[in-house]
């Protein structure tokens, strides 16, 4: 899996996923895009923009608003043969696709007792940052990483944006892709194929003094972090978990072993987060390892807020990382 | 209305930080009173009775017999009877408990020990507060690893300087420890328990000579009458019965204190405290090597009979290896002033170090046959040697001569004692 | 009864069979749910046996079926054994879904059988999509898609309709109207009552056909599988039926009267059957008892067999959540 950076292009996240788009078409007649104005439109966020010339309406297609009808639609086309790729547009959606995606997608290799299995991609948009308030802001990995039957991917870099479609539609199984839409005009190296299999953490950054664990759109922040603190001479290590189901403990338990000290940045609500069951894993398996407690890093427990400096203040932020850093190493000035 | 109370694990000394519960001698439902003994204890010192400080029926046993706390983990709670005066009993009374009022814990605050304790390792630029959190709460902060390496270095972790969050002793702290070759003292290679206590005496002794400025003055005491009024009244009567000089000199010496109630007390805090109650500590030597200190209380009201009672009691309990009987929780803390008596084992004077936050210590030199002066003639009889040690900060030599010489004459009138 | 069917003997006898099959089986199932070999929800089919006996008579081994939790008649109709089915109720591993599944969850891929779905509504959206891969695919499976007309309320029933019609999908839905959404009358909960009217709102081709007589039903399905396969289109059967039974073994049936239940009862499908057979001269002298007879020997062949069935070991309770390996 490991590939040498050879050639590497710089491209901005957006593209890396119209890439990925185009790679999965091009090498497998059984994939096609289904989703809500992924063809005319070009993709609520410009993601597929040109696709449905290129490959034509029985492959790139729009659906109606019917988030459940479209999704199970999905399962259904993945059951029978094909290998679809469902754009839910936000994550904020999915909510009324969640029976699908819960009673049926995640169940049906289980209740069949293992005859039939479900193929299937669903992408979606997630996370807060464009100022776009409560109902269109939601961070729900946690949601979905909380069942079993269902793998979640959250790609935070371009290559990852690149490349884990395809490696998701290799999957057996029904994937999730989160898609920050923070990240989709960043840019960055994109080389010759994935880093790592798709339920492998990456880490990011190495460093001995304390592990950040995070993924999806709060990666460049504790990356961030990690510069600003590295002139200070703390040395940070970033754990980046891209996938969220099945969580890759061994990668995380190894770095909170080395550093002793970990901190959680989740763009989810602290409450019932994936940045709790973290560090419930760490504390089940790394307790005697630890030299402080384990801090999260979270959003605040308000529904994400119109006005900019509100929102600001309702997500992790760099700032906060550094502090709680330094704070946790005791070497606040 | 009834309060609930924790009963916790007691520190009974600065340099114990956890204890193993052995055994409940009590059950849920249970009444209890102030001072009925109520669990089993293992120490470092060795086996102990925990007394409860409360009157009230227990509520809840939280803590399983064969299980090793820290200091302060609440064990059980009790419910106090609705009669329960809300004033404590002024024996347990803490010198500091001014600062500490709030604190619901503060039957268990040992006087002054925890206390000078963080003081004594608190890093100076910490503010005061801190110290006063920290002392409040009896257990040390330390990470997960920093418990896991102490352990296994049978090391006592109130010794080591906390530098990470909220001030824990973490990973680096231990470390950082264990290099310093100065504190290859504190750390012992093997889990037997008298190493421990070695290293509990090595780190209060260290912690006194380092800190607190001693002065040495001695005295030859003439005990004649002492010794001839002890052969009379030991006349008929049994061995059990009988009195030892020992008593007589406890007894003395706890009667002069009152007179300088400046040697009787604790220094905290760059001030001194002095203590009400004439409370001694008589260091006892375990066959088995390293001390005990258990303190009897309220000494200068006791009769010499009762004091001789306290001594044996004592003495057995102290070797409880061998007896199987324990010393209880309260009377390993919160002496006021230590004696130790080393003329028993034959040597002639004996410069205690002061076991802090105490400000004094009586040594207690062999009793001799000497040619005593009278006038002009030279007759023979009995002495001993009693030194003082004193701490500088709080007494000056003067005061301590007196007390020596105020010492000599009582024991001059045996039967006043 | 309908004039466009080859109705000889046989195929009557063999209709009768099967819907006989599906009523003692059923009232065995009840049997065995009292004394606990049965367990979780048990929704039994009386009643309703005529609708997926004619459906199945019109389709091919390719054809897909999706069906609700009350689908031990749809499983037994399509081909499954008696054996798999109880086995899986049994919760045995000789079960058809290895007994993951119970009651609710028979599946079985060799006769593409797609479940046993227990989400009232979620099976349509998942039909219209093994429709769309056959589409995709150019197969001449079509997909049949089972549910009651509870379903009809839920967003999803109409989702389905308009992406079976819009994507022009080659899925034949057939609405079992038992005219009780567990204990609501269809007039409790419809302002429409007519459901293939609702149907053809979408476009779709949709008819009412009498869901007790399975002459009926089989020759609308035939006609509907043949307009799906020749044009290309979605086809709705709206079958009028009713149950005979509670909702599940645990109904006190508050919401209806005795006579009711028993003025369906004596228009139920297998006696109908039967009556018309007797009164034509097909079935003669002891045929319908040998019938009978050969049904219960396979019931309780079929005990036997989930019996003997083993249950998973507890050390694979995690199987099947994810597959092995990755397909390439």
Known sequence: MNTQKTNSDSMTYRDALRAGIIQSLNEDERVFLMGEDVGHYGGCYGVTKGLL???????????????????????????????????????????????????????????SGGQFNVPLVIRMACGAGLQLAAQHSHSWENLYAHIPGLKVLSPATQNDARYMLLQALQDPDPVLIFEHVMLLNTQGDVLDGPEADMEKAIIRKQGTDITLITYGGSLPKVLKAASALEVLNIKVEVVDLRCLRPLDKATIIASVEKTHRAIIIDEGWKTGSLAGELSAIIMEQAFWTLDAPVQRICTQEVPIPYPKHLEHAALPQVDQIVNCVQRLLNTEL | MTKSIDITMPSLGSDMTEGMLVEWLIKVGDKVKHGDVIAVLETQKGAID????????????????????????????????????????????????????????????????ASVEQHLYQPQQKSLTAVQTHTSR???????????????????????????????????????????????????????????????????????????????????????????????????????QQILLIALLLKAIAITLTKYPGLNGFYHKDRFEPVNEINIANVISLR???????????????????????????????????????????????????????????????????????????????????????????????????????????????????????????LQYPEQL | MNDKLHLDKAHLLEKLKQMLSIRLFEEKCAELYTQEKIRGFLHLYIGEEAIAVGVMAALSAEDQIVATYREHGHALARGLSMKSVLAEMYGRTNGCSKGRGGSMHLFDKHNNFYGGNAIVGGGLPLAAGLAMANKMQATKAITVCFFGEGAVAEGEFHEAMNLAVLWQLPVLFVCENNGYAMGTALAFSESEINIAKKAKSYGMSAEQVDGMNVVNVEAAAIKAVDTIKTLGQPYFLECQSYRFRGHSSFDGQLYRDKEEVQKWQKHGPVIKLKHWLRKNYQLNGNEFSDIELEIKNEILDAIAFAELGQLQAVEDLCKDVYSQKNMK
């Open chain 1, 53 to 111: 010339a290129q490959y034509g309406d029985q492959r790139i297609i729009d659906t109606p608003l019917c988030e459940s009808g479209f999704v199970g639609v999905g399962i259904g086309a993945a059951l029978g043969g094909m290998k679809p790729i469902v754009e839910v547009m936000t994550v904020n959606f999915s909510l009324l696709a969640m029976d699908q995606i819960v009673n049926s997608a995640a169940t049906l290799r289980h209740m």
């Open chain 2, 50 to 113: 925990m007394e409860v400080y409360q009157d009230g029926t227990i509520t809840q046993l939280l803590v399983q017999p064969l299980k090793n706390v820290p200091v302060g983990t609440v064990l059980a709670r009790l419910k106090e009877s609705e009669a329960a005066p809300s004033s404590l009993n002024p024996r347990y009374q803490n010198p500091l408990s001014k600062t500490k009022q709030h604190s619901d814990k503060l039957n268990f605050d040992q006087p002054g020990m």
């Open chain 2, 138 to 240: 009896h257990t040390v902060n330390a990470s997960p690893i920093a418990r896991k390496m102490a352990n296994e270095q049978q090391l006592n972790l109130s010794i080591v300087r906390g530098t990470g969050f909220n001030d824990a002793v973490i990973l680096k702290d231990i470390e950082a420890f264990i290099n310093e070759p100065n504190n290859q003292g504190s750390l012992t290679t093997n889990d037997d328990k008298l190493a421990n206590m070695r290293s509990a005496i090595a780190k209060a002794m260290s912690q006194s000579k380092r800190d607190i400025p001693h002065f040495y003055l001695s005295s030859d005491i003439t005990i004649n009458k002492a010794q001839q009024w002890l052969q009379q009244t030991n006349q008929d009567k049994d061995p059990q």
């Open chain 2, 288 to 410: 088995t090597g390293g001390v005990v200190v258990p303190l009897i209380q309220n000494v200068d009201q006791l009769s010499l009979h009762q004091i001789m009672q306290a001594l044996r009691d004592m003495t057995l309990r102290s070797r409880s290896l061998e007896t199987g009987k324990r010393l209880r929780s309260s009377e390993l803390s919160g002496a006021s002033i230590t004696i130790t008596n080393m003329g028993e084992r034959g040597a002639d004077r004996v410069f205690g170090i002061i076991y802090p936050p105490q400000v004094a210590i009586i040594g207690l030199g062999k009793v001799k046959k000497v040619a005593q002066v009278y006038g002009e003639k030279i007759n023979v009889g009995e002495q001993l040697t009693v030194c003082l040690s004193a701490d500088h900060r709080v007494v000056d030599g003067m005061l301590a001569a007196k007390f020596l010489n105020s010492l000599a004459k009582k």
